[in-house]
């Protein structure tokens, strides 16, 4: 019986030696409870995410700002089409200058090009006579009407 209890110690005692170990080794030992713990990889994974949302809520805000409110637009009136104006696309991009009016569409240059914007797809933004026109005619129509008014007039 006593080399049962010697045996079962000694198993006991192995058994224990790691968890001995990282108390110090001495069943009386300290743990140290101030041990930190790195959270470099969890920080800059947050950080990171942080910039890269605050950036694009920053993009966002910013094209919806520079975008004309479209409740503030008006049909242009003839008077309002007329040689000189300027006219941009809803995001206030030239398209160029109206050179003049030929029937129900103004002819507008931008670099030597000409290009037939119809009289109902233009807009003013500002009270009056003077002030910049506005097409809600995407770039690629106008282009795309040039090219045909192009081909129409080489027939």
């Known amino acids: 019986m006593r080399k049962a209890l010697i ?4 198993t006991a005692a192995l058994a224990a030696a790691p968890a ?8 009386g030992g300290t743990v140290d409870t101030t041990a930190q713990v790195g959270t470099g990889a969890v920080g ?3 950080t990171n995410t942080t910039a890269r ?6 993009r966002v805000d910013g094209t919806v700002n520079k975008q004309l409110d479209a409740t503030k637009l008006t049909l242009a009136t003839r008077d309002q089409v007329r040689a ?3 006219v941009t696309d809803r995001g206030g ?4 200058t109206v050179q003049s009016i030929d029937g129900d569409n103004a002819i507008v240059v931008d670099g030597g090009k000409l290009y037939n914007i119809p009289l109902g797809s233009l807009y003013s933004q500002a009270e009056g006579a003077t002030g910049t026109l506005v097409t809600k005619l995407p770039r690629a129509d ?6 045909a008014g192009a081909e129409a007039s080489t027939r």
């Open 7 to 10: 045996l079962l110690a000694g």
């Open 20 to 27: 001995f170990a990282q108390v110090g080794g001495v069943v």
């Open 44 to 46: 800059d994974t947050l």
């Open 53 to 58: 949302v605050g950036s694009t809520v920053d």
């Open 84 to 86: 000189g104006a300027q």
């Open 93 to 96: 991009n030239s398209v160029g």
């Open 142 to 147: 106008i282009t795309a009407r040039a090219q």
